[in-house]
């Protein structure tokens, strides 16, 4: 009898795979993915998935790293498990990285830490510890994020408000109304930030703003979760760690979750930290001991191999250099283009703001389109956007930058 005949012979089976289809939902982003690869035109330009492109529209692998892991092929010993906590000398040399090494120095007895799958990874664990610890169990998200932020902390149990972030008819950051929106929040309520490089804005706090943002948080009792995915891709290494080292300085205890998929490449190698800050040596060992159980839960034992390979460039002087030398460069080739584009579109479209291009640093910036302009865009000249305007300004290169104003100055002007 064959299994066909075997499973409708079974009338009391339940069908329980592949029912409630309204509760799923796919990705915005790897859909639209999907349809620019099917899409059979040459001149077509992927301006949505969050992966950097250099001027031959690749996602290079860093030379640092294709040297670290020469140096792993011949120096690895085993494959064994590196346990739920992960490899403890890659968390200390990102937290190093993070918080600049003065300060990690000072920090180090109030650091819990646990290496993670990527920068996801992290913020599950990051939500989950939190949705323990917080009396309410909220969270609070800028109104304009990236799009895995709310489902990730959804799934973890905390209940979400918004705070607003954005204008998008002034093209910027809101810093007075995020104050005003948090004027609702409770003690104890956390508050989700994202580091540097924002997604999808690209608008960052200044210093003085973060100053005043962790005077806030300490005044209202806020708990702050800090998100670090795209360090060293804007304003440099140290510009773009200010952040979290004004909150450091201010908060006795906050959240950080950071991901090496950006500033080393290391998307499909899942490599990523997530750090408590407590206010004690004490509290430190017993978080030490929740970053352990939540990670047995979800995955037991996160990747070694990129770790080691971080792990190696950061701890060697001349493979550091070289990684510090390639990653200036994304952050200044991504800044060229967006000068570029100011330039260009402001010239062109001059009934329009474009000041957000210039006022932004990182991969991305938000354009203000309509539903209209980008389905023209895509549909009419092969540029595929985000359906909220999101654009990766590295997928532009000498190759296609021309072509993009061309077709923007066509549906935009």
């Not at 992966?51 to 040297?67: G, H, T």
């Not at 580091?195 to 806020?222: I, K, Y």
Request: glycine share 8%; hydrophobic share 40%.
């Amino acid at each position: 009898m064959n299994a066909k005949v075997e499973l409708a012979a079974v009338s009391s089976h339940v069908r329980l795979l592949g029912q409630n289809q309204s509760h799923t939902q796919e990705d915005p982003i790897f859909e639209l993915l999907q349809a620019f690869r099917k899409d059979q035109r040459e001149h077509k330009i992927d301006l949505g998935i969050g992966v950097y492109r250099d001027d031959l529209n690749r996602s290079p692998v860093f030379e640092a790293i294709k040297q670290a892991e020469q140096w792993r092929v011949d120096n690895e010993s085993d494959k064994a498990y590196v346990g739920p906590l992960g490899d403890m000398e890659f968390c200390q040399a990102i937290t190093q990285l993070a918080f600049g090494d003065e300060l990690a120095a000072e920090l180090q007895e109030r650091c819990s830490y646990a290496q993670t799958p990527g920068g996801v990874g992290a913020l599950r664990l990051a939500f989950e510890l939190l949705e323990k610890s917080l009396s309410r169990g909220t969270l609070w998200v800028s109104d304009t994020t990236w799009q895995v932020h709310r489902p990730i902390a959804a799934a973890a149990g905390l209940a979400l408000r918004d705070y607003r972030y954005y204008r998008a008819d002034e093209g910027a950051a809101t810093f007075d109304q995020l104050l005003a929106s948090l004027e609702q929040a409770a003690p104890g309520d956390g508050i989700l930030l994202q580091v540097s490089c924002h997604n999808p804005t690209g608008l960052d706090f200044t210093e003085q703003q973060w100053h005043l943002l962790a005077e806030f948080c300490l005044d209202r009792q806020l708990f702050p979760i800090l998100d670090m995915a795209y360090h060293g891709l804007g304003q440099g290494l140290a510009g773009d760690r200010r952040g979290l080292e004004i909150m450091a300085a201010a908060m006795p205890e906050l959240l950080l979750c950071y991901t090496c998929s950006k500033n080393f490449g290391l998307y499909r190698d899942r490599t990523g930290m997530v750090l408590a800050l407590t206010d004690s040596p004490r509290a430190k060992v017993a978080v030490d001991k929740q970053w352990a159980q939540l990670a047995t839960r979800h995955y037991f034992t996160p990747p070694a191999h990129g770790a080691m390979l971080v792990k190696r460039i950061l701890n060697d002087r001349n493979l550091r250099a070289a990684w510090e030398v390639e990653l200036n460069a994304i952050s200044q080739r991504i800044g060229a283009v967006r000068q570029q584009l100011f330039d260009a579109l402001a010239t062109q479209i001059p009934g329009r703001n474009w000041q957000f291009l210039t006022r932004g640093h990182g991969m991305f910036a938000l354009f203000p389109l309509s539903q209209t302009e980008i389905t023209a865009l895509r549909d009419d000249y092969g540029l595929y956007i985000v359906n909220n305007g999101r654009v990766n300004l590295s997928g532009f290169n000498p190759l296609n930058l021309d072509r993009a104003i061309e077709a923007m100055v066509a549906v935009l002007a």
